[in-house]
C-alpha cells in the first residue's frame, strides 16, 4: 500500500508545481481542471505522511523495546506502540475508503430539483422549507446556486423548484439527498393542532460538462471544396471551403466563411462540436428525466428516505437508520454529518463488494 499512496504523493506534488507554473496559471481551463485534480489528491496524501509517521513510530518503539534496558524508556516505548498500532489501524482502513475509484460523475455540478409531494398545502410548504435548508447547506460550502424554474404553492413554498448548482464534488455530496423526504408537524393551516404527515421528493442529477464529450478524430471525414461567392477581385480559386462528417452519428457541419483552409477547418470543428455536444445533450437530458423517475419514486409517504419529525425536533435517515435530535440546525443547513455517514456507508458497501471479488 505504501508503493501506491508514493506515487500518488508523487503526483500530487508534480500537480503542485504545474499549480505555480505561469503557463499553467494563465489557461484558466487547464489550472482549474489541475487544481481539481490536486485538491481531490490532498486528502489521501495527508492520510499517507500521517500513516508514514505512525510506521516510524511503531518500529522506532520497537526497536527501543529490543535493544535498550533502561526502564523508563521502555515504559514510554510501550505507552507509544500502544497508542500507535490502534492508529495504525484506523489509519489503514481511511485510506483503503479514499482509494476506493471515484464515480467520474461525483465531479460534476449538479441539478437539484424539489416537487411537493402527497399532503396538499402543507407539502409545497414543506419543499419550500428543504429549498431553503439547501440553500444554507450550499451557501455555506462555497457553492453557487443558479435558479432555474420554480412553481410557487397557494399557501407558500413551492409545487416545483429547480437550481443549477456548481462547486467541487457537487453531484457526489448531494446525490445521497435523492428521494422522498417525510415530514411530520402541526400545519399552520390546521385549526385543532393535529400532526399531519406530508411529503416532497427531491432530485439530484449531474449536468453535462463540455469536456464530457470526446470527438475521435479518426471518426471525422473532412472534404474541402471551392468556395462560392458573388465573384470580382476575391472570388475563391482554391479549395478552402471545409465540410466535416463524424461518421458515427452523420452529424455535418461546414464553412466557407474564411479565406483559409485552416481557419474553415477550426469554424467547422467548432460548429460540428457544438451540434454533437446539443445532441448528447438531449440525449443526457432524456436519461437524466429518466433517473428521475427512480430516484423519487411517486412522491408517497411510505417510499421515505428521511423522516423530519417537529414534535420530537428529531431527523431520522431510514438508508442508514442515523437520527439526530436536532432538527432545527438541521433545516438551517446543518446537514453535513448526514451526508458523510450516508458516504461511508456507501463506501464500506463498496469495500465489502471488492473484497468478495479477491
Known amino acids: 500500500m505504501l508503493d501506491k499512496l508514493a506515487s500518488v504523493k508523487e503526483r500530487y506534488e508534480h500537480l503542485e508545481q504545474l499549480l505555480s507554473d505561469p503557463e499553467v496559471t494563465s489557461d484558466m481551463e487547464r489550472f482549474t481542471k489541475i487544481s481539481k485534480e490536486y485538491r481531490g489528491l490532498e486528502p489521501i496524501v495527508k492520510a499517507y505522511d500521517a500513516y508514514a509517521k505512525v510506521i516510524s513510530d511503531i518500529r522506532g518503539s520497537r526497536e527501543i523495546l529490543a535493544s535498550e534496558r533502561d526502564p523508563e524508556l521502555l515504559d514510554m516505548a510501550k505507552e507509544e506502540l500502544a497508542a500507535a498500532e490502534p492508529e495504525k489501524a484506523r489509519l489503514e482502513e481511511e485510506i483503503r475508503l479514499l482509494l476506493i475509484p471515484k464515480d467520474p460523475e461525483d465531479e460534476k455540478n449538479a441539478v437539484l430539483e424539489i416537487r411537493s409531494g402527497t399532503g396538499g398545502d402543507e407539502a409545497s410548504i414543506f419543499a419550500g422549507d428543504l429549498m431553503r435548508m439547501y440553500e444554507r447547506y450550499i451557501a455555506g460550502r462555497g457553492w453557487r446556486m443558479?435558479?432555474?424554474?420554480?412553481?410557487?404553492?397557494?399557501?407558500?413554498?413551492?409545487?416545483?423548484?429547480?437550481?443549477?448548482v456548481y462547486g467541487d464534488n457537487v453531484y457526489g455530496t448531494l446525490k445521497y439527498e435523492s428521494g422522498v423526504h417525510r415530514v411530520q408537524r402541526v400545519p399552520k393551516t390546521e385549526s385543532q393542532g393535529r400532526v399531519h404527515t406530508s411529503a416532497a421528493t427531491v432530485a439530484v442529477m449531474p449536468i453535462l460538462e463540455l469536456e464530457d464529450v470526446q470527438i475521435n478524430r479518426s471518426d471525422l471525414r473532412i472534404d474541402v471544396f471551392r468556395a462560392s461567392g458573388a465573384g470580382g477581385q476575391h472570388v475563391n480559386r482554391t479549395e478552402s471551403a471545409v465540410r466535416i462528417t463524424h461518421l458515427p452519428t452523420g452529424t455535418v457541419?461546414?464553412?466557407q466563411e474564411a479565406r483559409s483552409q485552416i481557419k474553415n477547418r477550426e469554424i467547422a470543428e467548432q460548429r460540428l462540436f457544438a451540434k454533437i455536444f446539443e445532441m448528447r445533450k438531449e440525449e443526457h437530458d432524456r436519461s437524466i428525466s429518466e433517473r428521475r423517475r427512480t430516484l423519487v419514486s411517486?412522491?408517497?409517504?411510505?417510499?421515505?428516505?428521511?423522516t423530519y419529525n417537529y414534535p420530537q425536533?428529531?431527523?431520522?435517515?431510514?438508508?442508514i437508520e442515523m437520527t439526530s435530535y436536532n432538527l432545527t440546525a438541521f433545516m438551517d443547513g446543518d446537514i453535513q454529518a448526514f451526508i458523510d455517514a450516508l458516504q461511508m456507508a456507501e463506501n464500506t458497501e463498496k469495500l465489502k463488494a471488492a473484497d468478495e471479488l479477491v
Open 313 to 319: 425536533n428529531r431527523v431520522t435517515d431510514h438508508r
Open 146 to 164: 443558479e435558479p432555474q424554474e420554480s412553481s410557487p404553492g397557494t399557501a407558500g413554498g413551492y409545487n416545483r423548484v429547480i437550481v443549477e
Open 298 to 306: 411517486t412522491g408517497d409517504r411510505s417510499a421515505k428516505i428521511r
Open 253 to 255: 457541419a461546414e464553412s
